[in-house]
């Protein structure tokens, strides 16, 4: 990292809550175009302001990252994901690691319950394609043969699924949550193949 923009977010990482006083001092340029980075980091996500009081008089206007910042840096999230997965399965059964997993999946579809009342089975596969997308999935689908196939192009969880395939569960259980019918994996990253593949068989409607 060495461009300006760059420095401005190492520094939010080492100093949150920083004024454009504080960060200009820190890069070494003029506030003003501090402030013209820090829209353009905001119109990206990266970056947030905050009032904060101080004193007495009006609040100062403080930055901090935001999550999607905070992912631009290296972490250790896999290596403690994966270490605490391993300590669940080493201390509870495995039918309870999986079913732990699914929950979450049903928990995350319960909060859309109200959103995809009323809707058709594919704009139920549109709110399902966002909704994977806000957890780091990279989601197409079609219409194919009269049933719906649904590609992960990529998975957040594919590193930690090398080692412990039961994160698969939550993916699934979402799909089959949100669109109340079965998800059925097809292929699988796990296996070898580009990507996942669940098929979707559209409910046949009485006549």
Same mark, same amino acid.
């Given at each position: 990292?060495?461009?300006?923009?760059?420095?401005?977010?190492?520094?939010?990482?080492?100093? *949150?809550?920083?004024?454009?006083?504080?960060? #200009?001092? #820190?890069?070494?340029?003029? *506030?003003?175009?501090?402030?013209?980075?820090?829209?353009?980091? $905001?119109?990206?996500?990266?970056?947030? @302001?905050?009032?904060?009081?101080?004193?007495?008089?009006? *609040?100062?206007?403080?930055? /901090?990252?935001?999550?999607?910042? +905070?992912?631009?840096? *290296?972490?250790?999230?896999?290596?403690?994901?994966?270490?605490l997965?391993?300590? +669940?399965?080493? @201390?509870?059964? $495995?039918? +309870?690691?999986?079913?732990?997993?699914?929950? /979450?999946?049903?928990?995350?579809?319960?909060?859309? #319950?109200?959103?995809?009342?009323?809707?058709?089975?594919?704009?139920?596969?549109?709110?399902?394609?966002?909704?994977?997308?806000?957890?780091?999935?990279?989601?197409?689908?079609?219409?194919?043969?009269? $049933?719906?196939?649904?590609?992960? /192009?990529?998975?957040?969880?594919?590193? /930690?699924?090398?080692?412990?395939?039961?994160?698969c569960?939550?993916? $699934?259980?979402?799909?089959?949550k +949100?669109?109340?019918?079965?998800?059925?994996?097809?292929?699988?990253?796990?296996?070898?193949? #580009?990507?996942?593949?669940y098929?979707?068989?559209?409910?046949?409607?009485?006549?």
């Amino acid at each position: 990292m060495n461009s300006t923009r760059d420095k401005i977010l190492q520094t939010l990482l080492k100093k *949150p809550r920083s004024t454009i006083n504080d960060l #200009a001092e #820190a890069v070494g340029i003029n *506030p003003i175009s501090v402030r013209h980075h820090l829209t353009n980091l $905001q119109m990206e996500g990266l970056v947030e @302001s905050q009032e904060e009081r101080h004193g007495v008089g009006r *609040p100062r206007l403080v930055y /901090i990252l935001t999550d999607e910042g +905070m992912e631009r840096f *290296p972490t250790r999230y896999l290596r403690l994901a994966t270490r605490l997965i391993a300590q +669940m399965k080493d @201390s509870m059964p $495995q039918p +309870m690691v999986s079913k732990m997993f699914g929950q /979450i999946a049903e928990d995350l579809a319960s909060e859309y #319950a109200k959103d995809i009342k009323g809707l058709s089975m594919e704009e139920r596969l549109d709110l399902v394609k966002s909704l994977l997308a806000q957890e780091g999935f990279t989601v197409e689908w079609e219409k194919k043969n009269g $049933q719906y196939e649904i590609h992960e /192009i990529s998975c957040p969880y594919y590193q /930690i699924g090398i080692t412990h395939p039961e994160v698969c569960t939550m993916d $699934q259980t979402l799909i089959s949550k +949100m669109l109340a019918l079965p998800a059925n994996k097809v292929q699988c990253i796990l296996d070898g193949n #580009a990507h996942c593949v669940y098929v979707v068989q559209p409910a046949i409607k009485a006549k």
